[in-house]
C-alpha cells in the first residue's frame, strides 16, 4: 500500500475493463485519480465505488480525439488535485476483422484515430503538464501506453488494429526518448496485454470470428485460450498491477519498454 501516495493520475477508457481497474488498484496505492470516458453512466459508477472504497477520485467525459477535451483533462486534474504525475492511455476499440481488400478507408481512418491519435494527444498534453511538476522537483512522472500483443504480431483481419497498436509502441519509445534528452523525468513505456476477459474482448468472442472463420462463442473461448500457453485468458487484475507498477518508482530504471503481459501468447 502507498506505492503512489500523493501522485495524481489520469486513466482514459476507466468506464470499464482494464481502465477501471488500474484506476481503482491505484487509488489503492494512494494516488488520486481522475477517471475519463465517453461512457459517463459507467464511469460514474466506478468513481462512486472508488469513493466508497475510501479512494479520491473524479470523472470526466472525454472524447480522447478530441484535442480541446484534453486540453481540458489536463487541467482538471491540476485544478482538482493540484499537479499531474502519472498518465495512463487506455482508451481504445477493437473494430470488426475485415481483410486490407476490403477494409473502408472510413473504418481504417477510425480505428487509427482512437488507438493511435488518442495517445499522440494524449503523450502531447500528458508531457506538457507532467514536466511543471517535475520542474518543481516533485516526484518523476509516468506515462503508461496500452498497445497489444498485436501491437507486437501480426494477425489477418486486423490491419488497422495492428498499424495503430504498433505505432503505439513506437510513438513510446520517441517520447521516452524525447523525455529523457529533455531531463523532463518523465518515463513512457508501454504495455501489451494478451486476450483480457474485459468487455472489449467479450465482444470478440460473442462474434465468434477468427481468420474469416465463423465459429460459435464457446469455441471461440477455447481457441483464444490455446494462444495463450499458461492456460487461461488474463484478468483485467493481470494488466492492471502492471500499470501500478510502471506508475511507481519500482519501475525508476524503465523508459521506452514494452511490459508484455500475456500469458505467454508472444513466445511461440
Excluded at 477501471?20 to 477517471?35: D, F, H, P, W, Y
Excluded at 486540453?71 to 482508451?91: D, M, P, Q, S, Y
Aim: charge should be negative; proline fraction near 3%.
Amino acid at each position: 500500500m502507498g506505492r503512489l501516495e500523493g501522485r495524481v493520475a489520469i486513466v482514459t477508457g476507466a468506464a470499464k475493463g482494464i481502465g477501471a481497474i488500474s484506476a481503482r488498484l491505484m487509488t489503492q496505492e494512494g494516488a488520486k485519480v481522475l477517471c475519463t470516458d465517453l461512457d459517463e453512466e459507467a464511469g460514474l459508477k466506478v468513481v462512486d465505488a472508488i469513493s466508497q472504497a475510501g479512494g479520491e477520485a473524479l470523472f470526466m467525459r472525454h472524447d480522447v480525439v478530441d484535442e480541446a477535451q484534453w486540453e481540458r483533462a489536463v487541467a482538471l486534474a491540476e485544478e482538482k488535485f493540484g499537479a499531474l504525475h502519472i498518465l495512463v492511455n487506455n482508451a481504445g476499440i477493437a473494430p470488426e476483422p475485415s481483410t486490407i481488400e476490403d477494409k473502408p478507408l472510413e473504418s481504417w481512418r477510425h480505428t487509427i484515430a482512437v488507438d493511435l491519435d488518442s495517445v499522440f494527444l494524449g503523450c502531447k498534453h500528458g508531457i506538457r503538464t507532467i514536466k511543471k511538476t517535475t520542474a518543481r522537483g516533485g516526484p518523476s512522472g509516468s506515462i503508461i501506453n496500452v498497445s497489444s500483443i498485436l501491437g507486437l504480431v501480426g494477425q489477418p483481419g486486423a490491419s488497422d488494429y495492428n498499424a495503430a497498436k504498433g505505432g503505439v509502441r513506437l510513438l513510446t519509445k520517441s517520447a521516452a526518448l524525447e523525455c529523457a534528452q529533455a531531463g523532463y523525468r518523465i518515463r513512457v513505456n508501454s504495455v501489451h496485454p494478451g486476450y483480457i476477459r474485459t468487455p472489449m474482448v467479450e465482444s470478440v468472442i460473442e462474434r465468434g470470428e477468427m481468420g474469416g472463420v465463423q465459429i460459435g462463442s464457446n469455441e471461440m473461448v477455447e481457441m483464444l485460450t490455446m494462444l495463450h500457453p499458461i492456460g487461461r485468458l488474463g484478468a483485467p487484475e493481470d494488466i492492471g498491477n502492471g500499470i501500478v507498477f510502471l506508475a511507481s518508482e519500482e519501475a525508476a530504471f524503465m523508459t521506452g519498454a514494452e511490459l508484455v503481459i500475456d500469458g505467454g501468447y508472444t513466445t511461440r
